[in-house]
């Protein structure tokens, strides 16, 4: 029963790209939380979906950040024109409908150079 | 607006000892509450829960106390291994029937000295 599958695990991208993180729940999870991680902080809470829906977006910058959570597929975590601030750990958690428990991947560390 | 906070960043102690990590949070309607452990270039791993209708709960090794006057919590840990060196998070559980919605404090790095 394979975990929380986050990829790429390391990214890297310039200033100005475009980056794109998958996350692949456990199998029966239907919800996705996304949080981020910057160095020797917390976790912070950024959205969470249900498949083809946002439930709660609250910790989303504003702009450049998107996350979709399709009926096939992963969900994804999309930056666009990425700058140096942008540079964390982003992990993503799952949990089945009615579950008050999340369990994470191991994260995708995004650099921006 | 919520907040969960850990005290002390750091805490070492000797191998073998117990441990004890504490936690105060600030929303008083947070129902429940997960100790995560975060270990380098890993994500959390579930430690232990517990509702707000519960004092105290045990696991393997762990032992969580809420103190729901003062908004506190602790996580003990007996008998402190090497590999129980990461850091530990608290965290709470928001928004009203929201599953894994969580608010995490800062952290703290137990450091065991063998």
């Known amino acids: 029963n394979a975990g929380v599958m986050q990829n790429p695990r390391h990214l890297v991208r310039r200033r100005g790209q475009e980056a794109r993180l998958r996350c692949s729940p456990m199998k029966g999870h239907s919800h996705v939380y996304w949080y981020r991680q910057l160095p020797e902080e917390g976790l912070k809470f950024m959205v969470y979906?249900?498949?083809?829906?946002?439930?709660?977006e609250s910790g989303m910058p504003k702009e450049r950040f998107s996350a979709e959570f399709p009926k096939e597929g992963p969900s994804i975590l999309r930056i666009q024109q990425v700058v140096r601030g942008d540079s964390a750990a982003y992990f993503c958690?799952?949990?089945?409908?009615?579950?008050?428990?999340?369990?994470f991947g191991q994260g995708t560390r995004l650099t921006v150079v | 607006g919520e907040s969960v906070g850990l005290h002390l960043p750091t805490l070492s102690v000797q191998e073998g000892d117990n441990s004890i990590i504490n936690c105060a949070y600030s929303?008083?309607?947070?129902?429940?509450f997960i100790w995560y452990k975060q270990e380098s270039g890993k994500g959390p791993q579930f430690i232990i829960d517990?509702?707000?209708?519960?004092d105290k709960r045990q696991g393997q090794r762990v032992t969580v106390l809420l103190n729901k006057t003062v908004k506190h919590l602790s996580l003990q840990i007996a008998a402190t291994q090497p590999g129980d060196s990461a850091v530990y998070f608290c965290a709470e559980v928001g928004g009203s029937g929201n599953t894994g919605k969580l608010i995490f404090g800062q952290g703290t790095t137990l450091q065991v000295k063998p």
């Open positions: 958690a799952s949990s089945p409908p009615q579950g008050r428990m999340a369990f």
């Open positions: 517990i509702r707000s209708n519960m």
């Open positions: 979906l249900q498949k083809e829906n946002i439930i709660d």
């Open positions: 929303n008083s309607a947070s129902d429940y």
